[in-house]
């Protein structure tokens, strides 16, 4: 008994723990040109044929409280797609994040949604920065996808041939699967099937828990109407994550879809082509 008193007593006197700290992201959407005059029905299923829509290319900057800078997605910059899509405003995704604060080599982290060349292709731009893909969408782009003519459509050689690179350099890592935390407040969700292993990012924010869904949401109408996306393997399958994702937000005004416009309407401005969500 007068061990145990003295235990309590030692116990009552020390320092008590601390709380463990929670990292929470700020959240911001950043717009580095826009392609114009797009097809709806290229985004949503069924939709009028003569819709036509200017739509932004993102990426989206979380600036954590531990210090860490994340992309998610890292856009574009070759030459040829700006061309062929005729691209409009157009600056460097590492010029757009750097008008949000964060230099280039201060990125620490980017997590890639999928593999098409709007989403993957500026992965070079940032030299210090850790790549983080689906293990499986990363095999699959890299491998078997290209034993057929019809099995990669829009992933670009030169892409792929720059994630094999940054592998070789140890900055790529990979997420294995679905509901995976790779990052303190930040998680990976698969299910979109936008891709062969397209992912979607739930993200811990003062506000509660926000998604960035890239391409397995297009439009806020996508979700607001579940009408699936145009671009998609199982159609099944992209309004099951739209249900999952409502679940996940916190707030329905947490849902950041990957090419609407009114991203830059309904959240604050923060400069020119950057809104803060939260």
């Given at each position: ?6 235990i ?8 008590p723990?601390?709380?463990q ?7 911001y959407?950043?717009r ?13 299923q ?12 993102m990426?989206?900057?979380?600036k954590g409280s531990?210090g860490?800078r994340?992309?998610?997605d890292?856009?574009?910059y ?7 899509w005729k691209?409009q405003?157009?600056r460097?995704?590492?010029a757009?994040v ?5 230099k280039?080599?201060?990125?620490t982290?980017i ?19 850790t790549?983080w893909?689906q293990?499986d969408?990363y ?6 996808a290209?034993h057929?003519?019809n099995?990669h459509?829009?992933?670009?050689p ?9 592998n070789?350099?140890?900055r790529?890592?990979?997420v294995?699967?679905?509901?995976q935390e ?7 969700y698969t299910g979109?099937r936008?891709t062969?292993?397209s ?5 811990r924010?003062a ?16 979700i607001?109407?579940?009408l699936?996306?145009a ?7 992209n ?9 996940l937000?916190s707030?329905p ?10 991203v ?8 020119e082509?950057?809104?803060?969500v939260?």
């Amino acid at each position: 008994m007068k061990f145990l008193a003295a235990i309590l007593l030692a116990a009552s006197l020390g320092t008590p723990p601390r709380a463990q700290n929670t990292v929470s992201y700020e959240v911001y959407a950043i717009r580095f040109g826009t392609l114009p005059q797009f097809r709806v029905s290229g985004l949503i299923q069924g939709a009028d044929q003569s819709r036509r829509l200017d739509i932004p290319v993102m990426v989206w900057l979380l600036k954590g409280s531990d210090g860490r800078r994340v992309l998610v997605d890292s856009g574009f910059y070759q030459q040829k797609f700006v061309d062929q899509w005729k691209v409009q405003h157009f600056r460097t995704p590492a010029a757009a994040v750097a008008a949000a604060g964060v230099k280039a080599e201060e990125v620490t982290d980017i997590i890639i949604s999928h593999a098409h060349w709007d989403h993957v292709g500026g992965a070079n731009l940032f030299p210090k920065a850790t790549i983080w893909i689906q293990k499986d969408e990363y095999n699959y782009y890299l491998g078997e996808a290209w034993h057929s003519r019809n099995t990669h459509g829009g992933i670009d050689p030169q892409d792929m041939a720059a994630l094999l690179e940054i592998n070789t350099e140890g900055r790529l890592r990979f997420v294995n699967g679905d509901d995976q935390e790779i990052l303190p407040g930040i998680r990976c969700y698969t299910g979109g099937r936008h891709t062969y292993a397209s992912q979607y990012v739930g993200v811990r924010t003062a506000g509660g828990t926000a998604v960035m869904t890239s391409d397995n949401v297009y439009l806020y109408e996508n979700i607001e109407k579940h009408l699936p996306i145009a671009q998609t393997l199982d159609a099944k399958s992209n309004l099951a994550a739209q249900d999952r994702i409502r679940q996940l937000a916190s707030d329905p005004s947490l849902i950041v879809p990957g090419h609407d416009p009114a991203v830059f309407e309904r959240y604050p401005t923060v400069a020119e082509g950057i809104v803060r969500v939260r």
